[in-house]
């Protein structure tokens, strides 16, 4: 899809200069008037941890440059999360304030805007509760959230916000200030602020992501099939599943990249044709910070009958039992080997970044807009959860089966095959 | 009213040893256990800024260990507020999401508790912003806020949290960490913390201004006259004016300190008698942390016909033409001299504090259970704003003039004089 074609805007900020500002605006800057696109007139949510503070506000300040009517700010606080998890009764630990859910909704309603960031701010600090008390508690996500994002009625994204926290996990071996500076390195670096023309790069890497979608989508696949140390999994499709790109158009025709960065193609599976064994190749996160590393899963009939894992087993355990499409897949995602994040060789503790490191199927909520067809949609899956965890690499082969039954490799050591 | 009495709950909680807790904790206990009284099973919203994160968490803590269900903590940011001032469309300046406005009226329906932060943390950031602009955004502060107070549904408490801001701006003459060990020095002294048991000398404290109270109900008086320098005022009081001081009680019964520190008795005055002239005689804050000083206002027929401040003049009119009401008066509080803070001789910058140190009334919503007659409830003043000033000190004279039309001296030098 190309830029005039989607709303007739075409994005051409110029980010600010590093010379005039600071690290934190620039990002701000391509949040807002290419990541999320904000228009004029909208009320902005900006939801962030308070380590993120200075980001929150610089994103606030351009969102209101941008015309924003309101910006709503909401700082959930990890801390007060535990503080939580280790005192109230266990009975409450899955009840949300209705207004959590009123704001999402509200949102909806009246088109807009929506920023998140990403980027642990608290490593560890869930290390001592317990875990099947911690899987109960899924905020900050909401039900409302998953629901406003599928219906297509705002403009939203996700960036990464760097943090000593944050930092202080992906770069132990640095000192303060020192894993702080390195993070935002990098950050700047995925997100290709270090370009002259961080848009334009965007544009050109989404042209490659849309081109190849479309090539998938006429491949006319029934399933996918990993293959790799601890991994044979085979994921069914829809007969209408819809291959995108983070390119995304609301209902009224806002385009906005709903990642950043972004670096896969994704569409939405059979939540009743998942067979085999996997094994996780990155660490993944659950909302709040709690670690589960790893995994591996086996699946049969689409359920995931076997899960374990070194680290987090039973928060993940609790977590995906919070419905029936807990255990089903809501979401498989291919990530070739020309992006930025997989070569740096990190693992960034965060799932916004990482699952645009490598191939990932997601346990839970799937997205409608990914299939074409009125009787796939109420059969793809549902839940209140959706967690993504990356299966892919360049040790992983995949497989596609077409409809008529003849293979076509995939992806082979992180190259496109057709 | 004594402590068994209220709701047969005895605040037999010892306040945590200052060798084994941090002064937040300390706070925070003092907040929770005893000024709000934190029930198990109740949602508490604690709202606060960024820079009181410390005590925000410690008060969520105690309020999980106290048995809350739910803490909603509320960071509300003053320099996103500035954006927004510099930024939007002055038409949409008054707009408040309707979650916000949700949030405090189903805590309200849910029988929750309220806890509030004060302390200016960014004193100053509104000095360049548009004072017509900046009196037309009045968040924090919500209707619904006021509302649900006046329902008395739900037990609060507002209580000072020492942050580098704040107390840059308190003690300006002291260095960053000197003036904020200063201020928390200030703090604990003005909350009791530095008392063996601090909920003790509370208690005796709180009995001498309920007896205070009772004895002003005992005068039946229909006006009082403030005389001094600059000021010759006269607040008429309505016919079932009930006098109270900060010990109140839910309509359920439970029993809280709504401003801690409280050294006042107040009542609700008639909004159609009120004249003369009076003179601020200490600073005032709008919420935001917009500041107005050397403040002088004529009254005539219960309305402010003239207004005039050496700063903030501009915002504070623009604050008070919300409605009718944001020009007559909803409070009417006495301050006598035996409290902890007047003899400081500090501005604290922030009405809870100020207040308690002097006089004073407010422009705005009145108190409607301070008020003990229906036709007089209904005569009470009405708005959207609720703005204490300070009047008072030992050069203010204090007069009462009883239904029967003797005069009685109320306070002369900061002493009763009945």
């Not at 207004?99 to 309603?109: D, N, S």
């Not at 050109?204 to 090539?215: D, G, S, T, V």
């Not at 899963?297 to 919070?322: K, N, Q, T």
């Not at 892919?392 to 095959?417: F, K, P, Y």
């Amino acid at each position: 899809m190309g830029v005039e074609e989607a709303n007739g805007l075409r994005f051409a900020i110029v980010v600010r200069s590093p010379a005039v500002s600071t690290r934190a605006d620039r990002l701000a800057e391509l949040t807002v008037r290419f990541g999320t696109n904000v228009q004029p007139g909208q009320v902005v949510l900006v939801a962030g941890e308070p380590e993120q503070l200075e980001l929150v506000r610089a994103i606030a300040e351009e969102a209101y440059r941008a015309g924003a009517k309101f910006v709503d700010t909401w700082i959930f606080d990890p801390y007060v999360k535990r503080s939580r998890l280790l005192h109230a009764p266990e009975d409450t630990l899955d009840w949300v304030p209705p207004w959590y859910g009123a704001r999402q909704t509200e949102i909806g309603e009246l088109r807009g805007a929506r920023i998140a960031l990403a980027g642990d701010t608290a490593v560890g600090i869930f290390d001592d509760v317990d875990p099947t008390r911690s899987g109960k508690d899924r905020l900050p996500m909401t039900q409302e959230s998953l629901r406003v994002t599928n219906e297509q009625t705002t403009n939203w994204c996700v960036v990464p916000a760097p943090s000593p926290g944050w930092a202080a996990a992906v770069h132990p071996e640095l000192g303060g200030d020192a894993a702080l500076e390195r993070l935002w390195d990098d950050v700047e670096h995925i997100l290709r602020l270090d370009e002259p023309d961080p848009v334009a790069a965007w544009e050109a890497r989404i042209a490659e992501l849309n081109e190849r979608a479309a090539a998938l989508g006429e491949l006319d696949l029934d399933s996918l099939r990993f293959a790799g140390p601890g991994t044979d999994l085979t994921v069914g499709l829809l007969p209408s599943s819809i291959w995108f790109a983070g390119d995304f158009t609301t209902g009224d025709g806002l385009r906005h990249m709903p990642n950043l960065p972004t670096e896969e193609v994704f569409t939405t599976p059979d939540p009743e044709r998942t067979e085999g064994h996997v094994a996780s190749t990155k660490p993944l996160l659950l909302p709040g910070g709690i670690s589960v590393e790893g995994l591996r899963v086996r699946f049969a009939g689409g359920r995931a009958i076997e899960l374990e894992a070194e680290v987090g087993e039973d928060a993940l355990r609790s977590y995906a039992a919070v419905d029936d499409g807990g255990s089903r897949l809501g979401e498989v995602a291919l990530v070739d080997g020309r992006g930025r994040i997989g070569k740096l060789g990190t693992v960034f503790r965060t799932t916004l970044i990482d699952e645009n490191a490598a191939s990932h199927i997601a346990l839970g909520s799937a997205y409608p807009f990914a299939v074409g067809d009125e009787a796939d949609r109420a059969r793809m899956n549902q839940s209140a959860i959706h967690v993504d965890f990356m299966i892919g690499g360049d040790e992983v082969e995949v497989t596609g089966t077409t409809r008529s039954g003849d293979e076509i490799a995939v992806l082979r050591a992180g190259s496109w095959q057709f």
